[in-house]
């Protein structure tokens, strides 16, 4: 599979596995990708699910940290054919009033969306934070062994702590925002990893938006792809690789899998200890996915939902963490929060003229097989009466199709391990640098190592750095 040329090989071709063979080509190497499906791009991929012209993304949508990562800024990839589009308002959170409350780009404009208990509270942390924003993400995105600015994390985990211990917000309006953004973490709301994604998410919002790549996340996967390649780089596709010995004698390897595929592929080139911290490693909950091929756009009550690219849906602070939870205690929730995008409102490629694809998920416990599609629906026509009325075709994936459709996703997590506490700062094992393995020969590029979950490339660029780091002490 691989060629005695090869000086580093990727086992695995998404927006991680691209990164790190990207940063290993940019120092002259002779890297290649190798990938077990026929199109790259693991969890950036599109495709027709529905009807004809449809085009759906079949995971990850909304790209914030993709315009936000410190890596994918130096890669100039809109001259691989990547255009981000903006919708007029990045995200809303509808409520069972009729009314919405809209993240903004505009700190005051979400503020002023806020019962007035908690509009100086608000314009106070996400103001001083957005004069910090770079420095939080370059902290978060390589935050081993140390932030590299200390200071402005500091000032980010303060808020985070105060969230998840309720001293934040006290309206509802406000609550309810964060409430949908802290759900992003696949794990309780009152815990710091869930306000630490939120309150990240929220910035990234006023810093760079929520945008979609015009004609869908695959067009991401192929920009990286087509970069790599005018370095030099290699792209194989379907060859799903069983085992270390196909890939020959290339001077590094690097896995974008989780470890359960790891030790699968691996193990026996990694002593007994670390393949016993893998075997430790945990799962998170799974998703139920459904894509709609839509005869014209959502009906929403409130007006603001008709220009924003994504929506949660879920109603109150209190509903969402209730579902959230039940969803860790391994229930399925009658309510489940849903996350929704639209992208076709801004991007006439997604479908044919006067139609819409929507593209929605919940939560669900780890491998299961319940059909929540009824559940999702409801939750979409309580806020959009008459939303029924426009489906033309509906597309749904359990967590067993998402496994198969990409082997990272055990048991349906996409986001590449369970996120508490210690497994979100200790993950995959405890080990200084956490994408390299006692073996000097292999690394791990998934999500599964910092800075976790997410289409931003930085657990490759952290892998791929480490791994040159390693080679340079072989010369």
């Known amino acids: 599979m691989a060629s005695a040329e090869d000086d580093a090989v990727v086992v695995g071709s998404g927006p991680n596995g691209l990164a790190a063979a990207i940063v290993l080509a940019e120092q002259g190497l002779r890297v290649r990708v190798v990938e077990g499906r026929e199109t790259i791009?693991?969890?950036?991929?599109?495709?027709?699910?529905?009807?004809?012209?449809?085009?759906?993304?079949?995971?990850?949508?909304?790209?914030?940290?993709?315009?936000?990562?410190?890596?994918?800024?130096?890669?100039?990839?809109?001259?691989?054919?990547?255009?981000?589009?903006?919708?007029?308002?990045?995200?809303?959170?509808?409520?069972?009033?009729?009314?919405?409350?809209?993240?903004?780009?505009?700190?005051?404009?979400?503020?002023?969306?806020?019962?007035?208990?908690?509009?100086?509270?608000?314009?106070?942390?996400?103001?001083?934070?957005?004069?910090?924003?770079?420095?939080?993400?370059?902290?978060?995105?390589?935050?081993?062994?140390?932030?590299?600015?200390?200071?402005?994390?500091?000032?980010?985990?303060?808020y985070v702590l105060r969230g998840s211990g309720g001293m934040l917000f006290k309206g509802e309006r406000a609550r309810a925002l964060m409430g949908g953004l802290c759900a992003h973490g696949f794990t309780r709301l009152d815990r710091p990893p869930a306000w630490a994604i939120g309150l990240f998410l929220g910035l990234l919002g006023h810093a760079v938006g929520w945008p979609i790549p015009r004609g869908g996340a695959q067009q991401i996967s192929d920009a990286l792809g087509r970069k790599l390649e005018s370095m030099g780089g290699r792209i194989e596709t379907e060859r799903m690789v069983q085992s270390l010995d196909e890939l020959g004698d290339a001077r590094a390897v690097l896995f974008e899998v989780t470890p359960r595929q790891l030790l699968s592929i691996a193990g026996d080139a990694l002593p007994a200890g670390y393949q016993r911290g893998l075997k430790r490693f945990r799962y998170g909950p799974g998703v139920f996915k459904m894509d709609f091929a839509l005869d014209g756009p959502i009906p929403w009550r409130a007006e603001v939902c008709r220009r924003a690219g994504t929506l949660h849906l879920g109603g109150t602070f209190e509903e969402v963490a209730a579902s959230e939870k039940a969803v860790l205690a391994g229930e399925h929730p009658k309510r489940p929060f849903v996350l929704l995008a639209q992208p076709s409102i801004i991007d006439a490629s997604r479908a044919p003229a006067g139609k819409h694809a929507v593209w929605a998920y919940c939560h669900v416990p780890n491998g299961s097989t319940v059909d929540m599609s009824e559940a999702i629906e409801r939750q979409i026509e309580r806020f959009a009466p008459g939303f029924r009325e426009r489906i033309i075709s509906r597309a749904i994936m359990n967590t067993h199709d998402m496994h198969r459709h990409n082997p990272n996703y055990i048991g349906g997590d996409i986001n590449g391990g369970a996120a508490d506490l210690p497994q979100v700062l200790l993950r995959p094992v405890m080990r200084w640098q956490p994408w390299t393995t006692p073996n000097p020969r292999l690394f791990l590029c998934s999500a599964s190592t910092p800075p976790g979950g997410g289409i931003h490339g930085m657990c490759g660029y952290n892998a791929a750095t480490a791994a040159l780091k390693q080679l340079q002490r072989q010369k």
């Open 41 to 158: 791009g693991g969890g950036a991929r599109t495709a027709e699910l529905t009807e004809p012209g449809f085009l759906h993304d079949i995971c990850s949508a909304v790209h914030p940290l993709g315009v936000a990562s410190p890596f994918f800024k130096t890669l100039n990839l809109e001259e691989h054919g990547l255009n981000w589009l903006h919708p007029p308002v990045p995200l809303v959170h509808p409520l069972d009033d009729g009314s919405a409350v809209a993240l903004e780009r505009s700190v005051e404009a979400t503020a002023a969306g806020f019962d007035a208990v908690d509009r100086r509270a608000y314009q106070k942390m996400m103001g001083g934070l957005m004069t910090r924003w770079e420095a939080v993400t370059a902290s978060i995105c390589k935050p081993l062994p140390w932030p590299k600015h200390p200071l402005a994390m500091a000032s980010f985990g303060g």
